[in-house]
């Protein structure tokens, strides 16, 4: 997954990610706002975060809701144990849900943990949730030999991103 | 929160132009001003409606890691590992979950070695085995939430 390698990123590319890893200001003018900070020219500024979007070290830029406050309730994280040799394919399948916000191929750890296949679904509530559940395990059909769902029954920690390796 | 506000929330998950007005640009295809647009997207993120407004970094692409790590804690030393492992500043998030496997929560790290040497210390810290849980493959996903 690690693809620093065909990426080369300069000073001014670090400083640009630094000043805008909390965010960008909401003004008319958010990138000129950031060039006068960093003391470089908009311009230069604009050109460089198209690059990273377009080099994908910024996947999207937007806005992200809490979908708490949306009404998404029921957020489960369901877990699959299907065969390795199919993973990918079927990964692909489930991520592609318009109910799924994140879909990723983990290592089991056997015996306690058989599970390989991890997908976030959200739904406004438990039934709606239990559906979309099902919808997955009939795409999946005889490939999934078991699953599970975790709620989250309390946020323990919760941090804003941090970025390492930036200096 | 009105159709105005959704449709900014569904049209804003989408992207975000990188030219030297965007909320123009974005404004005119909302059929909004661009006064009024800026004004709604910062009361929604006033109000906690938005949790985040921005680029989305690939943090992976930066040369950092992120490990998704579940511990299996008894009621009794419950808190007292969760405070433990807290205490960590390169724990981003911590969630308590409905499993055996009832702590859920994700490193950075710098590196694997740093990785390994973090997971070894909150091990020798809490008593509690680590059940690290790195991402070998991320599917694509729409990653959009209706408002």
Redesign the interface.
């Known amino acids: 997954m690690r693809n620093s390698d065909n990426t080369t990123l300069d000073q001014i590319d670090r400083r640009i990610i630094e000043a805008t890893q909390a965010g960008f200001p909401i003004t008319a003018r958010p990138y000129h706002v950031i060039a006068e900070q960093l003391e470089l020219e908009p311009k230069l500024v604009i050109e460089r975060i198209g690059k990273l979007l377009e080099q994908g070290i910024i996947r999207r830029i937007g806005v992200v809701p809490n979908h708490y406050r949306l009404g998404y309730r029921a957020n489960g994280m369901t877990v699959w144990d299907v065969p390795d040799e199919k993973i990918n394919e079927l990964g692909n399948k489930i991520g592609a849900l318009d109910f799924v916000s994140h879909c990723y191929h983990r290592p089991r750890h056997l015996p306690d943990w058989p599970y390989n296949l991890f997908a976030m679904v959200h739904g406004y509530d438990k039934q709606t949730t239990d559906n979309y559940i099902n919808e997955i395990a009939a795409i999946l059909g005889a490939a999934n030999r078991q699953h599970t769902v975790l709620y989250s029954t309390r946020i323990l920690k919760k941090t804003g991103m941090r970025i390492g390796n930036t200096q | 929160m009105n159709e105005v506000d959704r449709s900014i929330?569904n049209h804003?998950?989408?992207?975000?132009p990188?030219?030297?007005?965007?909320?123009?640009m974005l404004a005119e295809q909302l059929n909004l001003e661009?006064?009024e647009l800026?004004l709604r997207?910062?009361a929604?993120?006033d109000d906690?409606?938005?949790?985040?407004?921005?680029?989305?970094?690939?943090?992976?692409?930066?040369?950092?890691?992120y490990c998704?790590v579940?511990m299996?804690i008894p009621e009794h030393d419950l808190e007292k590992v969760?405070e433990a492992?807290?205490s960590y500043?390169?724990?981003?998030?911590?969630?308590?979950?409905?499993?055996?496997?009832n702590?859920?929560?994700v490193l950075?790290?710098?590196s694997e070695s740093q990785l390994e040497d973090l997971l070894a210390d909150i091990e020798t810290q809490t008593g509690y085995p680590t059940?690290?849980?790195?991402?070998?493959?991320?599917?694509?996903?729409?990653?959009?939430?209706?408002?």
């Open positions: 929330i804003m998950q989408e992207g975000f990188v030219c030297e007005r965007p909320f123009a661009e006064n800026i997207v910062q929604l993120r906690g409606t938005l949790s985040r407004f921005g680029p989305l970094y690939n943090i992976e692409m930066l040369g950092g890691i998704l579940a299996q969760i492992v807290n500043p390169e724990v981003a998030h911590n969630y308590e979950r409905t499993h055996e496997l702590v859920w929560f950075a790290a710098e059940f690290a849980m790195p991402k070998l493959d991320e599917y694509f996903v729409r990653l959009k939430f209706d408002a």
